[in-house]
Nanobody
Framework: QVQLVESGGGLVQAGGSLRLSCAAS????????KGWFRQAPGKEREFVAA???????YYADSVKGRFTISRDNAKNAVYLQMNSLKPEDTAVYYC????????????????WGQGTQVTVSS
């Protein structure tokens, strides 16, 4: 059984930064691809960024150049550095993992965390 736990969310002013972390426990998934998704109030969950186990990355256009996904395989963790935050980035952020797939398709991911709230004030 795999558990993913996100942390690092909070309240920040527009233009500020936050770093989200996602730690995996249970079975080791250090070679799994990892992704971040988000869901704003009243909207569907959407893709943010993904990283393969070798470090290849993929970003949504809306965050490209502002967000950076990274991973530490030794710690079984994935991170999302978010800079130049905007009010429209406000959402619950979820991390996800899959043995093979990294990309924007939500249904491809096998494991999900419970989410962490990010609120960006204007």
């Amino acid at each position: 059984q795999v558990q993913l736990v996100e942390s690092g969310g909070g309240l920040v002013q527009a233009g500020g930064s936050l770093r989200l972390s996602c730690a995996a426990s249970g079975r080791t998934i250090s070679r799994h691809a990892k992704g971040w998704f988000r869901q704003a109030p009243g909207k569907e969950r959407e893709f943010v960024a993904a990283i393969s186990w070798t470090g290849s990355t993929y970003y949504a256009d809306s965050v490209k150049g502002r967000f950076t996904i990274s991973r530490d395989n030794a710690k079984n963790a994935v991170y999302l550095q978010m800079n130049s935050l905007k009010p429209e980035d406000t959402a619950v952020y979820y991390c996800a993992a899959d043995p093979f797939y990294y990309g924007p398709l939500e249904y491809e991911y096998d494991y999900w965390g419970q989410g962490t709230q990010v609120t960006v004030s204007s």
